[in-house]
């Protein structure tokens, strides 16, 4: 059974810093990309940052310059390093991957069951 599994989140200061790690574990034959969502009470989930199998990154504009997504493909993991936090980007946080599980399978979109991430003022 594949899962992925996020550690890190919490509670963190306006300013302050927190790093989202997320292991893909399973039967899995290959991962495409891998990234972060988030999704805030009363809003829709949206993307946060994605990382390709080659290293390129893609963020949302509100996380520029303060978020960085990076990923291991040997360990089957995706990080998200968070510093400059602000209020609003308190959310629960879903790791994001894009797998195969064997030779031949369409690629299929598995997510995490999410971490909190609360950033006080």
């Known amino acids: 059974q594949v899962q992925l599994v996020e550690t890190g989140g919490g509670l963190a200061q306006a300013g302050g810093s927190l790093r989202l790690s997320c292991a893909a574990s399973g039967s899995i034959f290959r991962v495409n990309t891998m990234g972060w969502y988030r999704q805030a009470p009363g809003k829709q989930r949206e993307l946060v940052a994605e990382?390709?199998?080659?290293?390129?990154?893609n963020y949302a504009d509100s996380v520029k310059g303060r978020f960085t997504a990076s990923r291991d493909n040997a360990k089957k993991s995706v990080y998200l390093q968070m510093n400059s936090l602000k209020p609003e980007d308190t959310a629960v946080y879903f790791c994001n991957a894009i797998l195969a599980l064997n030779f031949g399978d369409t690629w299929t979109t598995y997510w995490g069951q999410g971490t909190q991430v609360t950033v006080s003022s």
């Open positions: 990382v390709t199998t080659s290293g390129r990154t």
